[in-house]
């Protein structure tokens, strides 16, 4: 079993940045594809981004498109979320999220089989 743990989350002015990282404990997910999605207050869950196994490949939401980075260090086995020029609309629980195996780019929830408890990330304005 996977268990993913986030960090890097806090409170930032409009226009800030911060970097959410994610690492596994128990068995790695350097051989699998990953995401960040996020949940604000009331609303459902939406995707984010997501990388491919090799971090070749990534897709971004063209919510934060030019504005957020997805990437993965497979020697260190830990997954990023670069997040440039915030806004308070990027509030939200920022969740991290692997599949078990795999191979292209996920953009659906119910694709990951492991998640993370989520960090907080407020944009003020």
């Known amino acids: 079993q996977v268990q993913l743990v986030e960090s890097g989350g806090g409170l930032v002015q409009a226009g800030g940045s911060l970097r959410l990282s994610c690492a596994p404990s128990g068995r790695t997910f350097s051989s699998a594809p990953v995401a960040w999605f996020r949940q604000a207050l009331g609303k459902e869950r939406e995707f984010v981004a997501t990388?491919?196994?090799?971090?070749?490949?990534?897709y971004h939401a063209d919510s934060v498109k030019g504005r957020f980075t997805i990437s993965r260090d497979n020697a260190k086995i830990a997954v990023y979320l670069q997040m440039n020029s915030l806004k308070p609309e990027d509030t939200a629980v920022y969740y991290c999220?692997?599949?078990?195996?795999?191979?292209?780019?996920?953009?659906?929830?119910?694709?990951?089989?492991?998640w993370g408890q989520g960090t907080q990330v407020t944009v003020s304005s």
């Open positions: 999220a692997a599949r078990a195996s795999g191979a292209g780019v996920y953009t659906r929830a119910s694709s990951y089989d492991y």
């Open positions: 990388s491919s196994t090799s971090g070749g490949r990534t």
